[in-house]
């Protein structure tokens, strides 16, 4: 509260909380504040103001400081809090700061909600928390016309209509910086299983096939020293290539823009056109959004291009490879396998990337106790700072907050 408070002895003092307070919630809180203060004053008998408070109705009550102060805790104690929904239980941390803010309900299902059932628990909600596997588009902003923030539990954010929410003045936020590193190291493990036929022999030596030592047997390609194509150069992208250094990697990469000349040197990178990378390299790693001009990014013409002995690595979206053309490639021995983390229609596989020479995850990519608990403690801060009247870390509209 101190940073609201002027130090000199009069001038207006804001109710942090009321910035972005509902109408109603306002109204109630200077009820509380009106109250409260015509008691105290009573009972002190002060007749001289020193301190005026300003709340968000924009009347003001001249206090002595001290008294701020109470009124202040009084109000933030009693006020109604802003009702949510959480699509996830997430980690105890995340849940404990999300209640001391808001009205919670959590879905406890091991199941994602149905689309009903999501449309029903939101109707009266003013925030959001979810994960990409609710969708959040105009009839989600239609059922819910309360609701004031989504704060997504991924930094993709693919499953959020963002334009709808802003034309709705729904603020958006997700959890970028805190996953980079642990999705870069799945797609090294992804890369490294599928050079090494690493499943293969687990599923060979699981079902009791091996029957000793053998000079030939279940031999991969070598990661070390060839050439690694990154197409998408942001902190993931970079965060792969960084761990390529270590295996003696060629590190060439394909991106929207070209990046600074001091990050290329730093990370061994050289800049190639898209054709040059996909004739270049021995192993191609995707990283990067969904979008318009990413969805079907790698289709027949590009797996043409590749060389017959490359590998397609994908923990970015799914539908960013077309998989009708990957299963072909596959098929016609275009290229030589692939390590994938997500897919194009998830949860459905194509029946076409079941076979020996593709390694498959449940889009694992973040998957690591430490990494998803950070993301839903980032996704919790972005809603508490809301409701407290400050500015969310990571909003993806900031346009709607006022400066």
Not at 15 to 34: G, H, T, Y
Not at 180 to 197: I, K, N, S, Y
Not at 277 to 292: K, M, Q, T
Not at 299 to 309: G, I, L, N, Q, S
Request: charged share 25%.
């Amino acid at each position: 509260m101190a940073r609201n408070c002027h130090s000199e002895r009069s001038g207006p003092i804001f109710l942090p909380f009321a910035k972005r307070m509902s109408v109603r919630a306002v109204e109630e809180s200077q009820l509380i504040v009106n109250s409260a203060v015509e008691r105290s004053t009573r009972a002190c008998g002060l007749r001289k103001p020193t301190i005026v408070i300003r709340s968000a109705s924009r009347k003001s009550l001249n206090l002595p400081r001290g008294l701020c102060y109470f009124i202040y805790f009084l109000a933030q104690a009693t006020m109604p809090k802003a009702k949510i929904f959480i699509t996830h239980p997430l980690y105890p941390e995340a849940q404990t700061l999300l209640q001391s803010v808001c009205d919670c309900e959590f879905w406890s299902k091991q199941d994602r909600p149905p689309k009903e059932e999501f449309l029903r628990r939101i109707k009266d909600k003013e925030g959001l928390v979810c994960l990409l596997t609710e969708r959040v588009g105009d009839d989600t902003l239609r059922a819910a016309p309360k609701l004031r923030i989504v704060s997504n539990v991924a930094v993709g954010y693919d499953n959020v209509d963002v334009p709808a929410c802003t034309r709705r003045g729904v603020l958006v936020t997700n959890t970028p910086g805190v996953l980079d590193e642990t999705t870069a190291d799945f797609a090294w493990a992804l890369m490294l299983a599928v050079a090494r036929r690493v499943v293969e022999a687990d599923q060979y030596v699981r079902a009791g096939n091996w029957q000793g030592w053998n000079f030939d047997q279940y031999c991969g390609t070598d990661v070390w020293g060839k050439t690694l194509g990154i197409v998408g150069f942001g902190r993931i992208g970079q965060a792969v290539a960084h761990r390529a250094q270590g295996f003696g990697m060629k590190i060439i990469y394909n991106s929207r823009k070209r990046i600074a000349e001091d990050i290329e040197k730093q990370l061994s990178a050289e800049y190639r056109d898209m054709n040059a990378l996909l004739a270049e390299s021995d192993f191609i790693s995707l990283h990067v959004p969904l979008n318009g001009d990413t969805r079907g990014l790698f289709d027949a013409p590009k797996f043409f291009r590749m060389k017959p002995t490359a590998f397609l690595i994908n923990t970015s979206r799914g539908p960013v490879v077309d998989e009708a053309a990957l299963v072909h490639a596959l098929e016609s021995k275009k290229i030589a396998g692939a390590g994938l983390d997500v897919f194009e229609q998830e949860p459905f596989i194509h029946p076409g990337l079941k076979r020996p020479n593709v390694v498959l995850a449940p889009h694992l990519g973040s998957a690591s106790t430490e990494t998803r608990g950070r993301m839903a403690n980032t996704a919790a801060q972005n809603i508490a700072a809301f409701f407290q009247g400050q500015r969310p870390p990571n909003p993806l509209n900031p346009e709607l907050l006022k400066p």
